[in-house]
């Protein structure tokens, strides 16, 4: 294998001088050319690391491509920053999740439990409501879960609780904000 640092081509001309890159540059035209790293040089012009196989023959043009000895090529890739990880794409909301986890909830019975005497129809609602989450609309839920913040308080650790399970969930911040007093 053969390592290679070269530049950008453009009419048979290497680019080696700022200002040049640009439309219809192209790699060099070497047989098996497989470019591995694409840099920039210390006077802001776009160079590449490459290989090729040991049978092409490759003639080095000064300046614009040089073959490099492994050890200079691994000290050159040494250089070279870590790309930055990807960011997760947020999975898709999981309403199923968050009903069975919210319904199975002891803070969430305990409070619904104790709504019973002062507010029924609320408590009996606010698991109806959980039941039609999975569908997207959750205007009934939060219409009941307000209802109960307006005449009582709700424990800090249910809402604790009720919002990081929705965003374990990846449900809209829309909904998750039905927690935030």
């Known amino acids: 294998m053969q390592y290679l640092k070269h530049y950008w081509v453009r009419d048979g001309k290497y680019l080696t001088s700022p200002g040049q890159n640009g439309p219809l540059q192209s790699h060099p035209g070497i047989a098996g050319l497989e470019v591995r790293y694409w840099l920039t040089d210390d006077n802001g012009v776009d160079y590449c690391l490459s290989t090729a196989p040991d049978s092409t023959l490759i003639t080095e043009v000064t300046p614009g491509l040089e073959i490099l000895t492994k050890e200079d090529w691994d000290a050159i890739v040494a250089t070279i920053p870590a790309p930055e990880p990807m960011p997760e794409a947020p999975g898709a909301p999981d309403w199923n999740t968050f009903k069975t986890t919210a319904v199975a909830s002891t803070k969430l019975n305990t409070f619904v439990g104790s709504l019973m005497t002062t507010l029924p129809v609320a408590a009996t609602a606010l698991p109806a409501t ?15 879960w307000t209802a109960i913040e307006n005449a ?30």
């Open 130 to 144: 959980l039941l039609l989450l999975e569908s997207g609309n959750y205007t009934d839920f939060e219409n009941t």
């Open 152 to 181: 009582t308080t709700v424990p800090s650790a249910l809402i604790t609780e009720m919002t990081a399970l929705a965003e374990s969930c990846n449900l809209p911040e829309e909904f998750v904000n039905i927690f935030v007093p």
